[in-house]
């Protein structure tokens, strides 16, 4: 009987271990992260099904340098997230959001995912050129620190396509202070982007190693086996 209540009880553990490794995440709200809300009139003059405007983007701060568009046949391959607009900026214009009420947490992964595009060069269009996307907290209009970045160049893109560029950062117990602030900037060329997101989990949720499991499930199978055996055993006194 001991046996027996070691085995249920090894069972139990491990259909507890599994979901409890289960590390959750959130997605952080950003104000039109794929650039199709009001994008305004576009002018054609950038190439076939190419149309652009220059100026503000909804839900955004961007330099003059900096706007919305569809590129046409600049790009290949479909555009992230199924919208049919991208945000580009110029050297050396950035498009950057406040996210006006959500800080750091403690003890969190924060990760910034950003569609970056390389258009197809033309005689008379600004080629893509080096970027750099980060996440960082700003106060009162000032950049308190900057958590994670990523720097490089587009043209290591295939011509016509998009990449998936991301960075990362993991918070303690102290957290810096102020908003979280995405800025994006063209630091030469043209930067093309779309499809924005930034996700946040915890940094204390601990997945099971496979070790562990395995380890637990060969111990389940012992006593198991073992359980068996001793009550073949008993039959066989009883018989």
């Known amino acids: 009987m001991t046996l027996k209540k070691l085995a249920v009880a090894s069972a139990i553990a491990l259909c507890m271990t599994i979901p409890s490794g289960t590390a959750w ?14 994008p305004g009139t576009l002018s054609s003059g950038c190439g ?7 100026g503000p983007i909804d839900g955004w701060t961007s330099g003059t340098g900096a706007g919305i568009w569809q590129p046409g046949s ?9 919208s049919s607009y991208l945000a580009f900026a110029n050297a050396t214009n950035s498009i950057s ?54 720097t490089d160049n587009a043209s290591k893109i295939a011509p016509g396509t998009f990449q998936l560029e991301s960075c990362s950062y993991t918070s303690l117990s102290s957290v810096p202070s102020g ?6 900037t063209a630091n030469s060329g ?20 496979p070790s ?28």
Do not use: H
């Not at 043209?190 to 190693?209: I, K």
């Not at 380890?215 to 001793?230: C, D, E």
């Open 179 to 184: 908003d979280l602030f995405l800025k994006l």
């Open 212 to 239: 562990s499991i395995l380890l637990l499930s060969i111990g389940m199978v012992f006593l198991l086996s073992t359980l068996m055996v001793s009550k073949k055993q008993e039959l066989q006194l009883t018989a």
């Open 25 to 38: 995440a959130d997605s952080i709200s950003i104000a039109n992260p794929s650039f199709e809300i009001n």
């Open 48 to 54: 076939t099904g190419c149309t652009y405007r220059m």
């Open 97 to 150: 959001q406040t996210l006006t009420g959500d800080s750091v947490l403690a003890n969190s992964i924060y990760t910034l995912s950003v569609f970056v595009g390389d258009r197809i060069a033309t005689p008379t269009g600004t080629p893509s050129g080096n970027y750099t996307l980060s996440l960082d907290t700003i106060m009162g209009g000032v950049v308190t620190s900057t958590l994670c970045s990523v």
């Open 74 to 82: 600049l790009f290949t391959a479909a555009i992230p997230d199924g």
């Open 190 to 209: 043209q930067l093309d982007v779309g499809n924005v997101s930034l996700t946040v989990q915890s940094a204390t949720t601990s997945v099971p190693e």
